[in-house]
């Protein structure tokens, strides 16, 4: 695969059917790597690097990239634009270890242009409000891995998404995401890493008061819903 081969033009068309993309084809030498290696192969120049990447990260950045804007032809056009782009100066980009990481904080920085140039709005805080970031009963959030009935897993889904939209946000990126806080706090556009870890503090504590009427529902894995979200 040489750079002018390369085509997201139909990248909308297969979230589409989001149910039916295949998996990614992660080439074995490159799975078994660390992200740093793989962004190093990247810039290199390796084409199965570029595969990669795109395979395990484009519908992860789509599902991110639809949360800020309906307009799922602005985000496709984003993501074409961030990869064009990552594969035109990759070897003036940096090193990092979390493409993820990279990937999502261009992103969101690319989607926010996007809508400020179309006079959508005129600031992050102002796209913020309008943000959805709902999250889901079937939601791989860390705080949802202890074995809550169909039920529980409603009621926290619906709780969790009475939080302010940065609040979910940082949510989603620390616990579904894995990311630290201090990637977090970059991505989000935050000075300090401490105003990141705050954030989801204070999006902890809301939540387990969300929660406290519905504690004899979730009982007897109440306190262990608050215990794995603080880890």
């Given at each position: 695969m040489n750079e002018k081969q390369v085509d997201f033009r139909h990248y909308g068309e297969r979230i589409e059917g989001e149910g039916n993309i295949k998996p990614p084809r992660l080439p074995d030498n490159y799975s078994r790597q660390s992200e740093a290696a793989i962004w190093k192969a990247f810039r290199n120049g390796e084409e199965d690097a570029l595969v990669y990447i795109y395979e395990e990260y484009a519908n992860k950045m789509y599902r991110y990239g639809c949360q800020f804007s309906p307009k799922r032809e602005l985000v496709s056009d984003s993501i074409q634009e961030l990869f064009t782009e990552i594969i035109s100066n990759r070897h003036k980009l940096g090193d990092t270890s979390s493409i993820k990481f990279y990937l999502f904080k261009s992103l969101r920085r690319k989607i926010f242009r996007?809508?400020?140039?179309?006079?959508?709005?005129?600031?992050?805080?102002?796209?913020?409000?309008?943000?959805?970031?709902?999250?889901?009963?079937?939601?791989?959030?860390?705080?949802?891995?202890?074995?809550?009935?169909?039920q529980q897993k409603v009621i926290i889904a619906a709780e969790c998404n009475k939080l302010p939209a940065k609040q979910k946000e940082a949510l989603l990126l620390y616990f579904y995401e894995g990311m630290s806080y201090k990637e977090i706090a970059e991505?989000?556009?935050?000075?300090?890493?401490?105003?990141?870890?705050?954030?989801?503090?204070?999006?902890?504590?809301?939540?387990?008061?969300?929660?406290?009427?519905?504690?004899?529902?979730?009982?007897?894995?109440?306190?262990?819903?608050?215990?794995?979200?603080?880890?």
């Open positions: 996007a809508l400020k140039k179309e006079k959508i709005f005129i600031s992050v805080d102002e796209a913020m409000k309008h943000a959805d970031f709902n999250i889901l009963e079937d939601s791989s959030l860390k705080f949802m891995y202890q074995e809550f009935s169909d991505t989000i556009g935050m000075s300090r890493t401490k105003s990141a870890r705050a954030l989801i503090y204070r999006a902890i504590d809301s939540m387990s008061k969300f929660l406290q009427p519905y504690k004899d529902v979730l009982y007897p894995l109440w306190p262990f819903l608050i215990a794995s979200a603080l880890v």
